[in-house]
């Protein structure tokens, strides 16, 4: 009993910090849904050029789709004429980020590693897709049709509807729709993150995974087959760092955790070819782990300078009881869709 009590009370503290910044990013991602034609998303995503990589790693990393829900809107850029390297940099950019994981990180890592991150994935999936087209000859599945409104957008014409309309739309999209997707992921995640920061003693990290290197290729096997969404693996990633695991690692887990899964990596296989699924993996691997040695050697920088301060998690930004409201408020919203998909869900005959 006293176990469980424990992983609670460790898991508790990890929600109530992460809960307000979450609650506002789902909002901002609600906005973002509504307001954003996805038709000019793909006519500036068509083009197998520099340009378009980098516009659709830039507009991958505020959304927040993880590495499976990510993949409709793949198929619907790749469907519609995109190249394959812009649709490698949006499949990176996007589940290594968005507006739910960049104010989570902030809450959990600090300003410095939420900022780092957000470049990082943006590195990353421009890498990716500047090797996509450089490597693989462009042959263009089809032609421009119409898209299929996907599971998260009720009405095809949701961006053309009254200002009341729109603002229902935004609602039901962050606090029903996208908390239908990440609410489970997100709870395991910080309960893994509790089990993690109760069972491991200080210093297990530095004795049985050692650091640099080391700790980062692991964390890279670990990250790749595992299916964690990118607000998910924050927690996970910050209970290792409180056990003493060198932040270049933490970060190798924030970048292959969610941009890598089997599902994916079978999407990408089939839709765009092997050679295709090694850059992509190959893109992953090499820039988390470069990136990872550089955030050290960022880290070594700012404790040499004495400008520890900078690097910190914001703990006094958000007052205690707001944290622990804005938990029950999402636990409530998240038990509230875990009800409401059960009820829903078809009944086998």
């Given at each position: 009993?006293?176990?469980?009590?424990?992983?609670?009370?460790?898991?508790?503290?990890?929600?109530?910090?992460?809960?307000?910044?979450?609650?506002?990013?789902?909002?901002?991602?609600?906005?973002?849904?509504?307001?954003?034609?996805?038709?000019?998303?793909?006519?500036?995503?068509?083009?197998?050029?520099?340009?378009?990589?980098?516009?659709?790693?830039?507009?991958?990393?505020?959304?927040?789709?993880?590495?499976?829900?990510?993949?409709?809107?793949?198929?619907?850029?790749?469907?519609?004429?995109?190249?394959?390297?812009?649709?490698?940099?949006?499949?990176?950019?996007?589940?290594?980020?968005?507006?739910?994981?960049?104010?989570?990180?902030?809450?959990?890592?600090?300003?410095?590693?939420?900022?780092?991150?957000?470049?990082?994935?943006?590195?990353?999936?421009?890498?990716?897709?500047?090797?996509?087209?450089?490597?693989?000859?462009?042959?263009?599945?089809?032609?421009?049709?119409?898209?299929?409104?996907?599971?998260?957008?009720?009405?095809?014409?949701?961006?053309?509807?009254?200002?009341?309309?729109?603002?229902?739309?935004?609602?039901?999209?962050?606090?029903?729709?996208?908390?239908?997707?990440?609410?489970?992921?997100?709870?395991?995640?910080?309960?893994?993150?509790?089990?993690?920061?109760?069972?491991?003693?200080?210093?297990?990290?530095?004795?049985?995974?050692?650091?640099?290197?080391?700790?980062?290729?692991?964390?890279?096997?670990?990250?790749?087959p595992m299916y964690v969404c990118a607000t998910a693996s924050i927690p996970i990633a910050a209970a290792f760092m409180l056990k003493g695991m060198n932040p270049g690692a933490a970060f190798v887990f924030l970048v292959a955790g969610p941009a890598t899964n089997v599902v994916t990596m079978m999407f990408v296989a089939k839709s765009m070819g092997r050679k295709a699924l090694a850059i992509y993996l190959g893109s992953i691997a090499f820039s988390s782990i470069a990136l990872g040695l550089l955030l050290d050697r960022v880290y070594m920088y700012f404790y040499e300078a004495e400008l520890?301060?900078?690097?910190?998690?914001?703990?006094?930004?958000?007052?205690?009881?707001?944290?622990?409201?804005?938990?029950?408020?999402?636990?409530?919203?998240?038990?509230?869709?875990?009800?409401?998909?059960?009820?829903?869900?078809?009944?086998?005959?």
């Open positions: 009993m006293s176990i469980l009590t424990g992983i609670l009370k460790e898991s508790y503290l990890l929600f109530n910090r992460m809960s307000p910044y979450l609650l506002f990013g789902f909002f901002f991602a609600g906005i973002l849904h509504i307001f954003i034609d996805a038709e000019t998303v793909r006519r500036h995503l068509g083009r197998s050029s520099f340009f378009s990589v980098i516009k659709a790693s830039l507009f991958g990393i505020p959304l927040p789709l993880c590495s499976c829900s990510v993949i409709p809107a793949a198929v619907s850029l790749r469907r519609e004429g995109a190249s394959r390297g812009s649709v490698l940099s949006f499949l990176i950019s996007t589940p290594t980020t968005g507006v739910d994981s960049i104010l989570a990180t902030y809450s959990l890592l600090g300003g410095l590693f939420t900022v780092y991150r957000v470049i990082a994935s943006f590195v990353t999936g421009v890498l990716s897709g500047i090797a996509a087209n450089f490597l693989i000859k462009e042959e263009f599945p089809g032609t421009p049709g119409g898209m299929r409104a996907c599971k998260l957008c009720h009405d095809e014409k949701a961006h053309s509807h009254g200002a009341l309309r729109k603002i229902k739309g935004v609602f039901s999209y962050a606090f029903i729709d996208l908390l239908e997707d990440t609410g489970a992921p997100l709870v395991i995640g910080v309960l893994i993150g509790g089990i993690i920061a109760y069972f491991l003693p200080e210093g297990f990290i530095e004795t049985y995974l050692g650091s640099g290197l080391t700790a980062m290729f692991v964390m890279l096997l670990v990250g790749i520890v301060r900078y690097i910190l998690p914001h703990r006094e930004i958000v007052p205690g009881p707001v944290g622990t409201a804005a938990s029950v408020i999402l636990i409530a919203l998240i038990i509230f869709n875990l009800v409401k998909a059960r009820f829903h869900a078809p009944h086998k005959m």
